[in-house]
């Protein structure tokens, strides 16, 4: 079996015993579309950059859906013709009856599985879903705990989504943790509950002032149901994902979050605890990177937003921030949180690329901007006289950014021009817009291959080959 990363035949145009690559090879013009055996869709900024539309299209592409990072904090809605679908966990690639898995870079909350698999049932769509049986699974103390610790950090909350998910990976990482694996045996699970349920109660009770409304037999019983529920998901992803790869099969890597709220790279504490990066797929799955390097699509929203705490140089308020958040429905799909605005920032983004190592680029919700007269990108920030290119290493520092501002002149992209955009693609763009787009792709230095421009499906054009 030949694998993605070595330098085989076809990489010189010589078309061998791999599927995708035999496509490649024939389809050469067409070298972005159709034909990767991997893509990975990465948020680059705060999350919330409008993944599920691309995601989405991708996944109609695939065979595979993988997500290997967060757990139910992230909200993607996914829509197919008249029928609007929220996940917060399941990969996107349900909704299109694609073979889905949960690596164990996740962290699993099974009673929100379970809410998802029967609202798709009831929508007609029987999922293929696997699951890795080394996934962290959300219990009910995280929720407590989450909450707990929110309220006793007071005014520096982090602002979580309060799903548990924080909690839950630092189980992880104390090695008292309990994985799916645990769930789908009654043994394994007692044994588990007899430390950890005494001993939450005792923390939720004694420090954080938080009182259970379970009995550790009630968590036993409803977590056991489940287990045996979704007992036969298990499977090894590592070696599924692997293998598949191998065969030449086409996986798209769901990416959950954005990168400024890496655990170690992003404005920490105000973070997310797993690592919403390129490089986390490695490890949240069990693949090297050699395989699965090929394609990794940066989505950049035209503007910024961030929900919760921390950081954002290039905030904005009042009357120019309340357009772009009701022209965005800037509301967190998870929290119905109003979203916080701001300007493109190109620091943030280096970073974000110098990070994830993005292949190009998807700008999405440039429509938004439409009607604002006059555009900003922060092109560095001065920190006490010093030009920072890149996003600095700590809060201290961002807290004392200035962000120095390049302006360009507003555009609009109204229906009419939509049905053009469609039609003729990148090239009927308004010339504002494509200084705009052109200005970022230089900076960044990648291709910026897909512009999302609506909210429907087909609002997108591509300067070669269209995602959707
Ligand atoms: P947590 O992941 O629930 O612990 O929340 C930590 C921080 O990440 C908070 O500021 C959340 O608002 C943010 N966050 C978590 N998931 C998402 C997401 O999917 N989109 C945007 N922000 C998120
Ligand atoms: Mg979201």
């Known amino acids: 079996m030949i694998g993605f990363g070595e330098h085989t035949a076809e990489d010189r145009g010589v078309a061998g015993s791999n599927p995708a690559s035999l496509i490649l090879f024939l389809n050469s013009s067409h070298l972005i579309l159709k034909v990767m055996s991997s893509t990975m869709v990465i948020g680059s900024q705060f999350g919330d950059e409008g993944k599920g539309k691309l995601v989405d299209c991708l996944a109609e592409q695939s065979d595979y859906v993988v997500r290997y990072q967060g757990g139910n904090n992230a909200g993607h809605t996914v829509v197919v013709k008249d029928k609007v679908f929220k996940l917060h966990l399941l990969p996107s690639g349900v909704v299109r009856k694609k073979r889905s898995l949960i690596g164990t870079g996740v962290s699993l909350d099974p009673r929100v599985l379970k809410q998802e698999i029967d609202g798709l049932k009831e929508k007609g769509i029987k999922v293929n879903l696997g699951i890795d049986p080394r996934c962290q699974i959300i219990m009910p103390w995280h929720n407590v705990i989450d909450i707990g610790k929110e309220e006793a950090l007071k005014e520096k909350n982090i602002g979580t989504t309060r799903r548990g998910v924080g909690p839950c990976y630092a189980d992880r990482a104390s090695r008292i943790g309990i994985r799916f694996d645990d769930l789908v045996d009654e043994k394994r699970l007692k044994e588990k509950l007899d430390f950890n349920y005494p001993y939450y109660k005792n923390v939720c009770e004694k420090i954080l002032n938080k009182h259970f409304d379970f009995t550790q037999e009630e968590v036993f019983k409803q977590y056991s149901a489940l287990g045996k529920e979704f007992k036969e998901m298990l499977t090894d992803v590592s070696l599924e994902v692997n293998e598949c790869l191998d065969k030449g099969k086409k996986v798209l890597f ?215």
């Not at 400024?260 to 605890?273: A, E, M």
């Not at 940066?298 to 772009?324: C, M, N, Q």
Request: proline share 4%; net charge neutral; with cysteine.
């Open 254 to 468: 769901e990416g959950a979050q954005g990168t400024l709220l890496d655990n170690d790279f992003g404005t920490y504490p105000f973070v997310t605890s797993s690592h919403p990066t390129s490089g986390a797929a490695t490890t949240g799955i069990g693949i090297s990177p050699q395989k699965i390097s090929e394609r990794i699509i940066g989505i950049v929203k035209a503007y910024t937003t961030r929900v919760g705490s921390g950081p954002f140089p290039t905030e904005i308020s009042g009357e120019e921030a309340d357009f772009l958040r009701n022209a965005g429905n800037e509301f967190g799909t998870t929290t119905g949180r109003a979203r916080r605005v701001g300007w493109l920032d190109l620091p943030m983004l280096r970073m974000s690329n110098r990070l994830n190592g993005f292949t190009e680029i998807a700008i999405t919700k440039l429509d938004v901007l439409s009607g604002i007269k006059k555009l900003l990108i922060a092109d560095y920030y001065l920190i006490e006289g010093k030009k920072f290119f890149d996003f600095p290493y700590a809060n201290h520092l961002v807290a004392k950014a200035v962000p120095h501002y390049s302006e360009f002149k507003g555009f609009s992209i109204n229906k009419e021009q939509q049905k053009e955009l469609k039609e003729k693609g990148y090239s009927a763009l308004d010339e504002h817009a494509k200084k705009y787009l052109e200005f970022i792709e230089k900076e960044l230095n990648v291709p910026i291959k897909t512009v999302s421009f609506g909210a429907e499906r087909d609002d997108t054009c591509s300067k070669d080959s269209k995602i959707c």
